[in-house]
């Protein structure tokens, strides 16, 4: 830990953060590993929560500050700071934390942790330059990709006037026209290699939307029996099927008239449905078989009248019961949601609107997602997800999948070992934040994909506050891929650079330019194109690549000492072992 009345000795880039969490962690380690900046976490006790792993992290310095007021703010060195990120999962607090730092120093660049987008945008207008993010909202797309067994999740559009949207898919699933670049070899030995030299080689492509050319992973859900579903779990099943052997028995008396009275099916229907309602009248100049045909009829709609009563009233009933205490009756081929905090909510918002059925389940009945869940009709179990009984409940047997991400990993870890014992082809997605843990879970126990929230969201918050435009991140087995926007300024090392050389094998691919003063955006991206101050690319890369090519970018190079993002040497080093092995490089502690 660094004493906060400390003098800075050096004016090296100072990037600060505020949190104890996981995604704090996660940002400085990303930050640690990507720049020769200066990088501090403010924490509230160095003992609890997070705190004793980000002190773990090499490069990492450690201030203890109980409340985050000016003077706190003043002596951690946020007046000399370049940005400040706040990742407390508290929307107001953060606010509260912005307006005190923009007081000390209203050049900071801010970047701030919010649930609540909307709020977030209006924020964002009283500190210009700064940025919102969800980690939640980063995150839930890939959770979602994943259940719905997507290559990745969703589309992102392109900046620019009319800028194109791209998406990711298997090279099978698209025309090679619309391929843009290839993305990862994900059948290679040892696990995906991202950005492969042979691009051609790559089953896992990024793809340009349009003329009928669509992600479909989630059109295989939408629509499919999804009110079916829903009235099936309305109805009492021994009150509908009395009630279906009643109109089957109404079927035969129709025919059966029609045969025996010699009248037309027209005639044979009319006389069914005014016996059946009741006003038979005894005739006994009829045969025996029509007296019989007529009493059966008679008897029937007396008794398919209540029947069918009880069965509306008990639906109407169990509706509303659904609606209070959320007990799933009954459902099949449906996703049993486990957790309805931050991430949970956005995945439940999502698996929604794809028409996905769902059953969500929640320790917690205050959870942010309960009240979504019960607004749109979603059954909500309350109870402990580790316990088998509370997964039976909320019909794990009968369901598609299951996806758990609560915060804790125990009770992701054995809601997931639940769900493939009673279950082997059930889809599981789990959330877990040890990478090691989750690799050596889904290998062992068969889990199909395993995520971590703040190693999706880390890299966007980590961009942000070095000023890079993530537009959206890859997952790609347990790695990212970046899809960036990146400015070339005036005076930077690549103007009159030719385009076809600023793509670096293995590690960062230009897809689009925006040349300067346009507003559309060129794809693919012309080689003979020569780079001009106010030119902007679209760069598809892995973290260390966009690292490089945003150093390329800057106005002024990076070095040792410099305000740059990170020393010409410390990238050589960590691109050349990411080319090699497509892993991260070990970090000491």
């Not at 100049?285 to 009829?297: A, D, F």
Request: aromatic content about 4%; charged content about 20%.
């Amino acid at each position: 830990m660094i004493d906060p009345a400390r003098p800075r000795s050096s004016r090296r880039r100072n990037l600060i953060i505020c949190g104890d969490n996981p995604l704090a962690y996660r940002l400085a380690a990303e930050l640690a590993d990507q720049s020769s900046a200066e990088v501090t976490v403010i924490v509230r006790s160095i003992e609890a929560n997070w705190a004793p792993r980000i002190a773990e992290l090499a490069g990492v310095q450690l201030v203890e500050l109980p409340e985050l007021s000016v003077g706190a703010f003043r002596a951690a060195g946020l007046a000399d700071a370049d940005a400040l990120a706040l990742v407390e999962q508290d929307d107001v607090g953060n606010i509260h934390a912005a307006l005190r730092a923009h007081e000390l120093n209203p050049n900071l660049r801010l970047v701030i942790r919010f649930f609540n987008m909307s709020l977030g945008y209006r924020i964002r207008e009283l500190f210009p330059g700064s940025v919102v993010l969800s980690d939640s909202s980063t995150a839930a797309p890939s959770f979602v990709a994943a259940v719905l067994d997507e290559v990745a999740p969703g589309t992102v559009r392109l900046p620019g006037r009319h800028g194109p949207t791209v998406f990711v898919a298997r090279r099978a699933d698209v025309p090679a026209s619309r391929v843009v670049c290839g993305l990862a070899d994900t059948r290679a030995p040892g696990g995906p290699v991202r950005l492969p030299p042979d691009e051609d080689g790559a089953d896992l492509v990024l793809a340009l939307a349009g003329e009928g050319v669509l992600p479909v992973g989630r059109r295989r859900w939408r629509g499919r029996g999804l009110a079916l579903t829903r009235l099936r779990g309305l109805l009492n099943r021994k009150l509908a099927l009395a009630a279906l052997l009643l109109v089957v028995l109404l079927g035969v008396g129709t025919t059966l008239f029609a045969m025996l009275s010699g009248h037309s099916l027209g005639d044979a229907v009319y006389l069914t449905v005014l016996d059946a309602a009741g006003a038979a009248e005894p005739n006994t100049r009829l045969g025996l078989p029509e007296k019989i045909v007529q009493s059966m009829i008679t008897i029937v709609g007396i008794a398919i009248i209540p029947v069918v009563t009880a069965a509306v009233v008990d639906a109407l009933v169990t509706a509303r019961l659904t609606g209070g205490a959320g007990r799933p009756r009954r459902m099949s081929g449906h996703v049993v949601l486990v957790g309805l905090g931050n991430v949970g909510a956005r995945v439940l918002a999502q698996l929604h609107d794809a028409g996905v059925p769902v059953v969500a389940v929640d320790s917690d009945e205050r959870a942010r997602g309960v009240p979504r869940a019960r607004r749109s009709g979603i059954p909500v179990v309350i109870g402990d997800a580790s316990r088998e009984e509370i997964l039976r409940e909320a019909r794990l047997d009968a369901s598609r999948a299951l996806v758990a991400v609560t915060n804790n990993d125990v009770t992701n870890l054995e809601a997931g070992l639940h769900g493939r014992a009673m279950r082997d082809d059930l889809r599981v997605v789990l959330r877990l934040f040890d990478d090691d843990l989750a690799r050596r879970v889904q290998e062992t126990f068969g889990i199909d994909v395993s995520r971590s929230v703040s190693f999706l969201a880390a890299p966007a918050f980590a961009a942000a506050m070095q000023q890079r435009q993530v537009l959206t991140t890859i997952p790609v087995g347990r790695r990212v891929l970046l899809v960036a926007e990146i400015p070339i300024p005036a005076g930077c090392p690549l103007v009159g650079v030719r385009l076809g050389t600023v793509s670096t094998a293995t590690r960062s691919k230009v897809i689009a330019l925006q040349p300067r003063g346009g507003d559309r955006i060129t794809m693919p991206a012309p080689a003979d194109h020569v780079l001009a101050g106010g030119d902007r690319l679209v760069a598809v890369a892995t973290r260390t690549g966009l690292a490089e090519l945003s150093a390329r970018a800057s106005q002024r190079p990076s070095g040792p000492g410099s305000t740059g993002l990170e020393s010409t040497d410390a990238l050589d080093a960590e691109s050349f072992y990411e080319a090699e092995t497509d892993h991260e490089p070990p970090r000491s502690r």
